[in-house]
């Protein structure tokens, strides 16, 4: 049975989560890969000085001191759903489809405001979650393969540095080797690995691996 946590990382893109004063206090390693800031610089810094998302059709600042999304933080309205444009690693630019959704907080009558981050357009928040949970139902049923098949090419999009890493992997290097190979932390390898299952339905990095080679997504 998946956690939480995997159904965010089979659903959607990115995660990110600000509390009620707007500083991020959860960054996931899909934001890590499409801002290229780590969450050790992240974590603390209010949202709107890192995301600085704009509005895609007019390029009006969305993110900014005191946006809606912090006030649904608090309590009070806001969007549930946001398109934005925004800039990632490199200065590329990052056509975003976000859906906010509110946990508790452990402030007494807070709450978190979940990011979830689509690059381009976005299904609801529930359908992805249910979409990323069908891949676990029975595949005997004829209903379950072909939604399996159509959910294919999405478990395959991975990130650049997620597919690195599968190359690496699939190459035969350990997580710590490939944590030198690349430069980062053996946490953040850990995490992309995890991500990598996730996005490919799988349990194992030897099923990653395997699934991998049967869909040419490495060399």
């Known amino acids: 049975m998946p956690t939480v946590g995997d159904l965010f990382y089979r659903a959607v893109d990115a995660a ?3 509390d009620g004063q707007q500083r991020i206090i959860y960054w996931d390693p899909g934001c890590e890969e499409l801002f290229d800031r780590s969450s050790d610089w992240v974590l603390g810094r209010p949202c709107c000085d890192v995301i600085r998302g704009v509005s895609p ?4 600042p969305f993110c900014k001191e005191g946006c809606s999304v912090a006030n649904l933080a608090k309590g009070g309205d806001g969007p549930k759903s946001v398109p934005l444009q925004s800039c990632g690693g490199a200065g590329r630019q ?3 489809n976000v859906n906010i959704c509110l946990v508790p907080s452990d402030c007494k009558k ?3 405001a979940m990011h979830l981050l689509h690059l381009g357009p976005a299904p609801g928040t529930l359908n992805a979650i249910d979409a990323a949970l069908r891949p676990e139902r029975s595949p005997h049923s004829a209903a ?5 098949s159509e959910m294919s090419p999405r478990r395959s999009r991975l990130s650049p540095r997620e597919r690195e890493v599968l190359q690496l992997l699939a190459e035969g290097l350990s997580s710590t080797t490939i944590g030198k190979r690349l430069s980062i932390s053996l946490t953040t390898v850990r995490n992309h ?3 990598i299952q996730g996005k490919l339905g799988v349990h194992s990095q030897t099923e990653a691996v395997a699934y991998a080679y049967r869909h040419s997504l490495v060399a």
């Open 16 to 18: 990110f989560a600000v």
């Open 94 to 96: 990052l056509p975003l």
């Open 193 to 195: 690995v995890q991500h």
């Open 110 to 112: 807070g709450w978190v």
């Open 57 to 60: 059709v007019n390029g009006v």
């Open 144 to 148: 379950s393969s072909a939604v399996t």
